[in-house]
C-alpha cells in the first residue's frame, strides 16, 4: 500500500480520481479504481509513443492488496499561465515572446495530433459535452439540441483525433502538457479553439465574480493565432470556427455549482452565439467582438 503520510491530498477530480502531491512537490500521486488505473498508464504510453510530450510515470502499481495508484513526475510550478500571469503587458495581455512559444507549441501538438490514429479506447466524445448539459438542466433542452444538430453537422466533414479536452496555458508547460482526464475523441480543432479562447471565458470585473480574466490576447495575435493554424484547420470559416467554439463552451458550462454567478455567465454568453449561429448570422465576428465586452 502506498504511505499516504508522504503526501498531501488536492482535491478529488472530474473522473472521481484522487490527487496528492508530495511533500516537497516532486510527483503526484492519483488514486482510482483498478481499471481506471490501468487505462491511465495505457494512455501515457500510447501517447509518448505518439509524439505527445506528458510527464514521465515514476510509478504504477495494480497489486492485489488494492494499491492502485499512478505515481507521475511534477511538473506543476512551470505551466504557462503562471509565466503569463508574471510577465503580462501594461494592458494585460501576453506578452508577443511568451505569445510566439505557446503558438509553436500549440503547432507542435496540432502536428502530433494529426498523426494519431484511433487505436486506443476513450470513452468521451464530441457530444459528451452536449449530453451533460441535458443532464444539468440548465439549458432549454429544444434550443441546445437544434445547437447540437447543427454543429456536428457543420463538422461532420472535420476528422476526429486525440484531444486533450482542456487545452489550455493551466495544462501547458513550455515542453509537455499534464492533466489528461478530459482526454476524448474530438473534432480537429477542439483542442486548438480550447487554447485560443478558454481566458474568454471568465468575465473582466474582478470584484463582481468568483473567478475573472487575468490575461488578453491582442488583435494582432489573434490574426497570427488564424493565420498559423488555418493551414490545418479551417478556422477562417465562419461556421467551422463557431461550431467547435460552441462546442467548447458547452463542456465550460458544466458542473459550475460551486461558481453559480460565473456558470450564468458562461450560459448567457453560450444562448446569445448560438443564437446567432442557428441564425446563419457572422457568430465568428460576433464571438470575437465580445471578447473585449464586459
Given at each position: 500500500?502506498?504511505?499516504?503520510k508522504k503526501?498531501e491530498?488536492?482535491?478529488?477530480r472530474?473522473d472521481?480520481?484522487?490527487?496528492?502531491?508530495s511533500?516537497d512537490?516532486?510527483c503526484f500521486?492519483?488514486?482510482?479504481?483498478?481499471?481506471a488505473?490501468?487505462?491511465e498508464h495505457?494512455?501515457y504510453?500510447f501517447?509518448?509513443?505518439h509524439?505527445?510530450s506528458?510527464?514521465?510515470?515514476?510509478?504504477f502499481s495494480l497489486l492485489?492488496?488494492g494499491?492502485?495508484?499512478l505515481?507521475e513526475q511534477?511538473?506543476?510550478?512551470?505551466?504557462?499561465?503562471?509565466?503569463v500571469v508574471?510577465?503580462?503587458?501594461?494592458d494585460?495581455s501576453?506578452?508577443?515572446n511568451?505569445f510566439d512559444k505557446?503558438?509553436q507549441?500549440?503547432?507542435?501538438?496540432l502536428?502530433a495530433?494529426?498523426k494519431?490514429?484511433?487505436?486506443f479506447?476513450i470513452s468521451q466524445?464530441?457530444?459528451?459535452?452536449?449530453?451533460?448539459l441535458?443532464?444539468?438542466?440548465i439549458?432549454?433542452?429544444?434550443?441546445?439540441t437544434?445547437v447540437q444538430s447543427k454543429v456536428?453537422?457543420?463538422?461532420?466533414?472535420?476528422?476526429k483525433?486525440?484531444?486533450?479536452?482542456d487545452?489550455?496555458?493551466?495544462?501547458?508547460?513550455?515542453?509537455w502538457?499534464?492533466d489528461?482526464?478530459?482526454s476524448?475523441f474530438?473534432?480537429?480543432?477542439?483542442?486548438?479553439?480550447?487554447?485560443?479562447?478558454?481566458?474568454?471565458?471568465?468575465p473582466?470585473?474582478?470584484?463582481?465574480w468568483?473567478?475573472?480574466?487575468?490575461?488578453t490576447?491582442?488583435?494582432?495575435?489573434?490574426q497570427?493565432?488564424?493565420?498559423?493554424l488555418?493551414?490545418?484547420i479551417?478556422?477562417?470559416?465562419d461556421?467551422?470556427?463557431?461550431a467547435?467554439f460552441?462546442?467548447?463552451?458547452?463542456?465550460?458550462?458544466q458542473?459550475?455549482e460551486k461558481?453559480?454567478k460565473?456558470?450564468k455567465?458562461?450560459?448567457?454568453r453560450?444562448?446569445k452565439?448560438?443564437d446567432i449561429?442557428?441564425?446563419w448570422?457572422?457568430?465568428k465576428?460576433?464571438i470575437?467582438?465580445t471578447?473585449n465586452?464586459?
Amino acid at each position: 500500500m502506498v504511505d499516504l503520510k508522504k503526501y498531501e491530498f488536492i482535491h478529488t477530480r472530474r473522473d472521481w480520481s484522487q490527487l496528492y502531491k508530495s511533500r516537497d512537490w516532486d510527483c503526484f500521486l492519483k488514486i482510482w479504481s483498478k481499471d481506471a488505473i490501468q487505462h491511465e498508464h495505457d494512455l501515457y504510453t500510447f501517447l509518448k509513443d505518439h509524439n505527445i510530450s506528458v510527464p514521465l510515470v515514476l510509478e504504477f502499481s495494480l497489486l492485489e492488496d488494492g494499491s492502485y495508484f499512478l505515481r507521475e513526475q511534477s511538473l506543476w510550478d512551470a505551466t504557462y499561465s503562471k509565466i503569463v500571469v508574471s510577465q503580462l503587458n501594461d494592458d494585460f495581455s501576453v506578452p508577443n515572446n511568451l505569445f510566439d512559444k505557446i503558438l509553436q507549441f500549440a503547432r507542435k501538438h496540432l502536428d502530433a495530433q494529426m498523426k494519431i490514429d484511433d487505436s486506443f479506447t476513450i470513452s468521451q466524445n464530441a457530444n459528451i459535452s452536449f449530453t451533460a448539459l441535458l443532464w444539468e438542466d440548465i439549458f432549454d433542452a429544444k434550443f441546445l439540441t437544434e445547437v447540437q444538430s447543427k454543429v456536428l453537422d457543420v463538422l461532420k466533414s472535420v476528422p476526429k483525433v486525440w484531444s486533450h479536452g482542456d487545452f489550455n496555458i493551466h495544462n501547458i508547460l513550455p515542453n509537455w502538457i499534464i492533466d489528461l482526464e478530459d482526454s476524448q475523441f474530438n473534432f480537429l480543432g477542439y483542442d486548438m479553439i480550447s487554447l485560443l479562447t478558454h481566458i474568454y471565458w471568465f468575465p473582466l470585473d474582478q470584484e463582481l465574480w468568483e473567478r475573472y480574466r487575468k490575461y488578453t490576447h491582442s488583435a494582432t495575435q489573434l490574426q497570427k493565432w488564424l493565420e498559423e493554424l488555418s493551414p490545418s484547420i479551417n478556422f477562417y470559416d465562419d461556421e467551422v470556427f463557431s461550431a467547435l467554439f460552441l462546442l467548447r463552451w458547452a463542456w465550460a458550462a458544466q458542473r459550475m455549482e460551486k461558481w453559480p454567478k460565473l456558470q450564468k455567465y458562461r450560459v448567457d454568453r453560450f444562448n446569445k452565439v448560438g443564437d446567432i449561429f442557428l441564425s446563419w448570422s457572422d457568430s465568428k465576428q460576433f464571438i470575437f467582438d465580445t471578447f473585449n465586452l464586459r
